[in-house]
């Protein structure tokens, strides 16, 4: 079975800060597809990054960058000089590769809060 | 706006009361699906419809039924609900790709539903 571990349940920094979300990952299969969201105060979740099991390069964009590590089945997540509108809850969730639709499989979530 | 958009955004029922939910997505994906996120469990996925056929019920009670007239509508239809029932429930959808790979799900802004 698939399963996402975010054992960080909150979060609490000063802008400007460093941060670094952690998400490990349990899957058996060999394809498979890792994805962050965010989810403001608003409830909608917003897409942020999607990495197949097959690419392991770290991916940086603006603020935010990906450590994808197979060896240890971990994607965590950094968001670098925070932000108060960075304040949100974070999902790290897994899916295997399919054709059709997905069953995404979400940890439970991290909730960062940014301190002006 | 991410193209998918959830009525009503806010609900409150009896328990002996029947109400739907609707989504409707704008994006031309071809794939659909309903979570339920609670303040106690992480987002759980209900069920998938994949071209209007349901690929996935993840045992849901039958007190929630869902339906799917096309691929740009989904309705979750409620009733005798109770009080555990209480939650933020998401819809989302996805393009199958015809190939194996796992697209990103988009996701509306959810119907908080409150049953008393």
């Known amino acids: 079975a698939q399963k996402v571990t975010q054992a960080q349940t909150e979060i609490s920094v000063v802008e400007k800060e460093d941060v670094t979300l952690d998400c490990v990952y349990e899957t058996r299969d060999t394809t498979y597809y890792l994805f962050w969201y965010k989810q403001p105060p608003s409830g909608e979740l917003v897409f942020l990054i999607r990495r197949n099991s097959f690419d392991e390069q770290n991916e940086i964009s603006g603020r935010y960058s990906w450590n994808f590590q197979k060896s240890t089945s971990s994607f965590n997540f950094t968001i670098t000089a925070s932000q108060v509108v960075d304040s949100a809850v974070y999902f790290c969730?897994?899916?295997?590769?399919?054709?059709?639709?997905?069953?995404?499989?979400f940890g439970q979530g991290t909730r960062l809060t940014i301190n002006p | 706006e991410t193209g998918v958009t959830q009525t009503p955004r806010h609900l409150v029922m009896g328990m002996t009361n029947k109400k739907s939910l609707k989504c409707e997505q704008h994006l031309g994906h071809n794939a659909m699906y309903w979570y339920k996120q609670s303040a106690k469990k992480p987002l759980e996925l209900m069920f998938v419809y994949n071209f209007k056929e349901q690929t996935e019920n993840n045992s849901v009670p039958s007190r929630f039924s869902p339906e799917c007239p096309n691929s740009s509508h989904l309705f979750l239809h409620l009733h005798t609900l109770q009080p555990e029932d209480s939650a933020l429930y998401l819809c989302?959808?996805?393009?199958?790709?015809?190939?194996?790979?796992?697209?990103?799900?988009?996701f509306g802004p959810g119907t908080r539903l409150t049953v008393l």
């Open positions: 989302a959808s996805s393009q199958g790709a015809g190939v194996r790979i796992a697209n990103e799900q988009f």
């Open positions: 969730a897994l899916s295997e590769a399919s054709q059709g639709a997905q069953k995404l499989v």
